[in-house]
């Protein structure tokens, strides 16, 4: 078990343990080795277990007018509980499919002999399996109504109360939420909103305040840049570069047609605006490399090598290059995140991450309370100027789902920057994780408080 794995586990027990109340130090902070969040982790050579249970969940648990039900999937391992002195590790599942989430959540194995804890691994509404509506969940945003983080954070509050209720000897054990990104912020508002029910909680990579301008709009891209720069000579100016070397070969007579040989593109650019959605999702692969980068060898967003921003960046050493040479060095860096299995036979522009997660039900998130601003200027960040937009964003919003937005709601509902009356809540944030900027300071990145 790692430097920071111990720290936490020690967190956790203290959390167990009548009458401790000493702080931990904020210089005590998660090593730079864990760039995003110590929740996930890749297990191929390891055969987890767990039994597939479902729970009825009301489709909307805080009106009196709609009756209707849904199940909701969610997983348990309890090899290692002990009905004494055990304990419930509860993870608040996130964006996507719940065995998914499962299979690449090291830590929580990992303390679960140590903690004598039953594991529990609850599926998100619309996610996965747990369906409201079953194929209809994404028909239009009336289906869509109840994809809340409220609505979310209540299916986890009543799935606890039956666990104890119906698990002979679970009734008085203490539960600890525990999650990662989006999970993090779940466990961490699960904490501030059901403090009867979890004794505290794991928020790892949770950008709770990457909301209105609590901070920056663009610390995330200037946090991926210093990834970048930190990993390779001229890496950051390379990619910064890149741009406009895509731009000046686009305009060329047959320059669409070069582009998509030269990258392996499965389907040809054939006009103008197909070179912004091309440059897009080239940035988007930039932001995952460093979200996952890891220091072993991963499988969670795709087949990767260890440090994967290192391995791009020994393709971006010179930055002072023809246009055609810097888009083929594009093209063997995006290779390393695309086809670091040998298998891929061309690139698909369509496709950033693995199919688990689930892209329709976070869109949606994302147009309702999860508005979480980004934005970069090209200077101090290696990418093209975006600035952000709020009448624009909440215009395609409206386009896509019918529905406007509403970017203080998250704020308003958890409290945004005021949460000193909240107690046990571990922030736990690498220092190369771009969502770090939207999480806890950088003098409070972990600390217990109770």
Not at 42 to 52: A, D, F, G, N, Q
Not at 156 to 167: E, G, S, V
Not at 286 to 309: G, R
Not at 383 to 408: A, I, L
Request: aromatic residues 14%; neutral net charge; contains cysteine.
């Amino acid at each position: 078990m790692g430097r920071c794995s111990l720290l936490l586990l020690l967190l956790l027990i203290a959390f167990l343990t009548p009458g401790a109340a000493n702080p931990v130090s904020p210089s005590l902070r998660a090593p730079s080795s864990l760039p995003w969040s110590t929740s996930f982790r890749s297990r191929p050579t390891i055969t987890l277990k767990y039994s597939i249970r479902y729970i009825q969940q009301k489709v909307d648990h805080f009106g009196f007018n709609i009756d209707r039900t849904f199940k909701q999937r969610y997983l348990i391992a309890d090899n290692y509980w002990k009905e004494d002195g055990g304990s419930i590790l509860f993870y608040t599942g996130n964006e996507g499919d719940i065995i998914w989430f499962c299979n690449n959540t090291g830590f929580m194995w990992d303390i679960a002999e140590e903690m004598k804890a039953m594991l529990v691994f609850a599926e998100h509404r619309y996610y996965g399996e747990s369906l409201p509506f079953g194929a209809d969940s994404f028909s239009d945003s009336r289906h869509l109504n109840f994809l809340t983080t409220e609505q979310a954070l209540a299916d986890f509050a009543k799935l606890i109360r039956y666990l104890k209720r119906t698990i002979p000897g679970a009734r008085n054990q203490p539960v600890i939420a525990l999650g990662g990104s989006y999970g993090g912020m779940l466990a961490a508002w699960f904490r501030m909103k059901y403090p009867h029910l979890v004794v505290g909680a794991l928020a790892s990579s949770a950008p709770i305040w990457q909301f209105n301008d609590l901070v920056p709009c663009d610390i995330f891209m200037k946090i991926v840049t210093t990834d970048f720069s930190q990993s390779g000579p001229n890496c950051s100016e390379s990619i910064r570069r890149s741009w406009d070397a895509i731009n000046r070969l686009a305009k060329k007579g047959p320059g669409l047609r070069w582009l998509s040989e030269a990258l392996h593109l499965c389907t040809p650019l054939t006009k103008s605006q197909d070179v912004q959605r091309l440059k897009d999702w080239i940035s988007e692969t930039w932001v995952n490399v460093a979200m996952v980068d890891y220091p072993y060898e991963s499988n969670f967003l795709q087949p990767l090598p260890a440090w994967p921003v290192k391995v791009v960046c020994q393709y971006f050493k010179y930055s002072n290059v023809p246009d055609t040479v810097m888009v083929q060095n594009i093209f063997q860096a995006l290779n390393v995140y695309y086809n670091y299995s040998g298998q891929a036979k061309c690139l698909n522009v369509s496709e950033t991450a693995t199919s688990s997660l689930g892209v329709l039900g976070w869109s949606y998130q994302a147009c309702t309370e999860m508005v979480m601003p980004t934005c970069s200027d090209g200077v101090d960040d290696m990418f093209e100027p975006h600035s952000w937009n709020m009448k624009e964003y909440s215009d395609d919003c409206f386009k896509q789902w019918g529905v406007r937005p509403r970017p203080s709601w998250i704020p308003t509902m958890y409290g945004g920057k005021n949460i000193s009356s909240h107690t046990n809540i571990i922030f736990s944030n690498g220092e190369l994780d771009p969502w770090s900027g939207g999480g806890r300071g950088e003098a409070e990145t972990l600390r217990y408080r109770k």
